[in-house]
């Protein structure tokens, strides 16, 4: 995709550059700066306070370095002073940008800017409207002579961002959709004997019950009344599954096992259909309930058969796997994958139940039960804080070691969620939040045949959002480096060298969160704020994912076993 050229507004003070030029950018989805705001961000200082005590001829250079930086950046669209074109080097450095002249009346720009006591070229005028007419005779000369857009700016915001983008010809973009997640993270004290129990209120609402030994709660939901019980589970779990058969049916229960081939190749329509006809040839009805054991693959596909089967008959998760825990089993997303990417045919089918039982942890292995915190440090990233804290300082393959900690972790983590989808189930807003670092984890996925676990692309592709936010000017290096840091110390990757950028590009282009042919990413900013972001700039990608790739960064990442292991 052909780069754009920086769009840079000029004008009077009072004719709208930041306002004009921020939504601008919000309307091409790309990044924006006022050089006025970096500045004072540099110094520590406000603009009448660096006039104060450097004098105006301090101020320009000053302004004159500023600018030359932000112009050498990757940032889209800048608003300038009012005054930075008195100095030839900011002149000289337009050349080659969308430079844009608002030109607005003085009155209307005093009108604007009232007695611009913060202003200090307004600040001691005895008329604001005759200090800016003043200003205009002294100044138009040099904006006319360097714009190469002039747009009339007495109007309306609107009014004046629409002219703008007509005369540069550009094609506005989906919207940037921001979100704070930070009420989100305080957890419901409610509890059940030794369980926590989490209300999910999308839909009919559900509960996800979280403790050890919760699994014995099954037994008494399904005890209300009695059903056929379809019971779908992976071979590692085999073992489980009788065991959990067992108790079904001395509680009265019929049951019907249901195997499935493990991880990914569980979610293929293939599988979906030999569970149909399990179904079908056993008479389940939609008095009966399927129930999942297992991990993420489990309840993906087995959710989409309960779905699908009559029309939707009852649905109780039992995720063992920490991934399935926090994520996969909560929030009523069913699917399978195709031949195009994963989980482009699904539903949202919300589950009756959702038994958290905490013993099943203990029986995955290490690269499983990291795979899993990448879900977890998540939710810490955009919502609770508390959530690293816990994890500060806890090896990842020794935390089942402290039950407690495991305990609370997993709860604030399935809080968050389950907040989140209680107020959009279909993901059609703030849902598409718990998608970070999920546009090229996908891709990385179904780029390593499914041998890279979910979690392990999940954290790649965390790194990779925060550096995209980095590229925006959304976040700061060091808060990217961060982030970078926690997942590494949870013993997940955060490189991926062994698959080209062309090839994973490809794949995110056909994801289901592409809207009108535009890759959208969840990003997060430099005050905890959440935004879904269109990119339409595929070198910022290129250029993104050449950063966290770097030779230097590859040296220490944390290789891909060659085989998926599964809990027993």
């Known amino acids: 995709m052909t780069s754009q050229k920086q769009i840079v507004f000029i004008g009077l003070p009072g004719s709208g550059k930041t306002s004009v030029g921020r939504l601008v950018a919000s309307r091409l989805a790309c990044s924006f700066r006022d050089a006025d705001q970096v500045l004072s961000e540099q110094t520590g200082m406000s603009i009448p306070d660096i006039f104060a005590t450097r004098g105006e001829d301090g101020f320009r250079e000053l302004e004159v370095k500023t600018i030359a930086e932000l112009l050498a ?26 430079v844009v002249f608002l030109d607005v009346s003085p009155s209307q720009a005093a009108a604007r800017v009232g007695k611009g006591t913060n202003r200090p070229l307004l600040a001691d005028a005895d008329s604001t409207s005759g200090k800016l007419a003043q200003l205009a005779a002294q100044r138009r000369d040099s904006y006319l002579e360097a714009a190469t857009l002039i747009v009339p700016a ?11 983008m007509r005369g540069l010809g550009r094609k506005e973009q989906l919207p940037v959709r921001r979100y704070n997640l930070g009420t989100l993270a305080a ?108 991990g993420g693959a489990t309840t993906d596909m087995a959710g989409f058969v ?42 949202f089918y919300p589950p009756s139940a959702v038994i958290c039982d905490l013993d099943y942890l203990h029986t995955l292995p290490p690269r499983q039960l990291r795979a899993g915190l990448a879900e977890v440090i998540k939710c810490g990233f955009i919502a609770d804080h ?54 090229l984890a996908h891709a990385i996925e179904k780029a390593s045949s499914y041998q890279v676990l979910h979690g392990e692309a999940v954290a790649i592709g965390m790194v990779f959002a925060a550096q995209v936010a980095v590229e925006m000017d959304l976040l700061t290096p060091s808060q990217m480096q961060n ?17 080209p950028f062309e090839q994973l590009v490809k794949i995110m282009a056909s994801d289901k969160k592409v809207r009108g042919g535009v890759i959208r990413m969840v990003l997060t900013d430099r005050t905890g704020q959440i935004q879904v972001t269109p990119i339409t700039d595929y070198q910022l990608l290129q250029r993104t994912f050449n950063a966290i790739n770097r030779a230097d960064t590859v040296a220490d990442s944390t290789s891909f076993p060659s085989q998926v292991p599964s809990n027993e």
């Open 483 to 499: 982030q970078r840091r926690q997942i590494a110390a949870a013993g997940l990757p955060t490189v991926c060298p062994k698959y």
């Open 73 to 98: 950046s990757n940032t889209a669209v800048l608003a300038l002073g009012g005054g930075a074109l008195t100095r030839e080097e900011t002149r000289l450095a337009l050349a080659g940008k969308d």
């Open 154 to 164: 007495d109007g309306t915001l609107s009014e004046v961002s629409s002219a703008v």
């Open 306 to 347: 309960a779905a699908t089967w009559l029309r939707g008959i009852e649905l109780i998760n039992l995720p063992t796997s920490l991934l399935a825990m926090v994520d996969a089993a909560i929030g009523g997303k069913t699917g399978i994958n195709t031949s195009l990417g994963k989980n482009l045919v699904g539903s």
């Open 187 to 294: 957890l419901p004290a409610q509890f059940k004997g030794t369980s926590r129990v989490i209300p999910v209120t999308s839909g009919a609402g559900y509960q996800v019950i979280v403790g050890q030994g919760a699994g014995a709660a099954l037994t008494q939901m399904l005890q209300a009344r009695p059903r056929k019980v379809f019971l779908i589970y992976p071979p590692p779990l085999a073992g489980a599954a009788r065991n959990l058969a067992t108790s079904l049916t001395q509680s009265g229960q019929v049951l019907k096992l249901f195997e499935h081939p493990d991880g990914e190749g569980a979610k293929n329509i293939r599988i979906v259909e030999d569970a149909w006809r399990c179904l079908g040839e056993n008479h389940f009805s939609r008095e009966d309930a399927v129930v999942a054991l297992g």
């Open 386 to 439: 508390k959530i690293l804290q816990l994890l500060d300082g806890h090896l990842p393959d020794q935390l089942t070691g402290f039950p407690a900690t495991v305990e609370e972790v997993i709860s604030r983590a399935i809080n968050v969620k389950s907040k989140v989808v209680s107020q959009d189930l279909r993901e059609g807003g703030m849902r598409e939040c718990l998608n970070y670092g999920h546009t």
